[in-house]
């Protein structure tokens, strides 16, 4: 089993004394893994250096290896929806190798129209057939349009869909 945790964007409510800001405004969130006891995502390494098209020589990307505490505690006022999605042994394997291998060194750049943590997601879950393939543009452009196609396949295919609510002060999207 693998776990596709999405954090839901947000903006505070008015009055609530509410004033963190996350990049992506109405449409933000974050895609990530969670392979066995770590988790892994898809991130821009400078926020002051996100591409508009991909730059493979120059990229401005990293990839995250978090422990499930590391990431608990990151989503802990975070409204997130969790995708339990069944992989057999060698495609846990092969995914988890995916990640070690561009945590180390990232094959992709970061880029508003190129791979982001929404669209890098959806492309590995086509890969190994877990969702519908189609465009990214249109099913995994941001998270929020990545947790309206997993519903979709999880009601297809038997996909357990856990939501944990988050900070009241805030509107989630």
């Known amino acids: 089993m693998i776990y596709v945790r999405i954090f839901h964007g947000s903006f505070a409510k008015p ?3 509410d004033k963190y800001r996350e990049l992506g405004g109405l449409f933000g969130g974050h895609v990530a893994i969670q392979v066995d006891d770590r988790v892994y995502g898809f991130y821009y390494a400078d926020r002051k250096k996100i591409h508009i098209f ?3 020589k120059n990229k401005s990307s990293i990839f995250q290896n978090q422990s499930l505490e590391e990431w608990n505690d990151i989503v802990k006022l975070k409204k997130e929806t969790i995708f ?3 992989v057999s ?3 846990k394997l092969e995914i988890k190798a995916f990640y070690e291998r561009n945590v180390a060194n990232p094959e992709m750049d970061y880029s508003f129209w190129g791979e982001r943590c929404a669209s890098s ?3 590995l879950l086509v890969k190994y057939q877990k969702v519908s393939p189609g465009s990214r543009f249109l099913k995994a452009f941001y998270p929020g349009q990545l947790i309206y196609t997993l519903k979709r396949e999880a009601k297809k295919r038997g996909y357990e869909v856990k939501v944990k609510y988050g900070d009241s002060r ?3 999207l």
């Open 121 to 123: 997601c959806f492309r």
């Open 15 to 17: 009055f609530s004394g």
């Open 89 to 91: 042994d060698q495609e």
């Open 170 to 172: 805030r509107v989630w």
């Open 54 to 56: 991909p730059n493979s």
């Open 84 to 86: 339990s999605i069944p």
